[in-house]
């Protein structure tokens, strides 16, 4: 069973930590490549929503103006 173990590791661990560095260097690339981009934003109806969970996903349960 440790051996079965130890083989699965040896075999998955390495392929993960594989892509693990490449979607971390394409992450800092990709943000070095876009920081000379300017945006501006400008905010009309200041508003906040709250969600019946942690994500953007959930229902939206009520919403209030933000002073």
Do not use: N
């Amino acid at each position: 069973m440790i051996l079965m173990l130890k083989q699965l590791i040896e075999r998955f661990v390495t392929p993960l930590r594989l892509m693990l560095w490449i979607c971390l260097t394409s992450t800092v690339l990709m943000s070095v490549a876009r920081a000379d981009e300017v945006i501006q934003v400008q905010v009309k109806e200041p508003y906040i929503e709250f969600h019946s969970g942690p994500a953007g996903g959930f229902p939206v349960i009520h919403v209030a103006e933000k002073d």
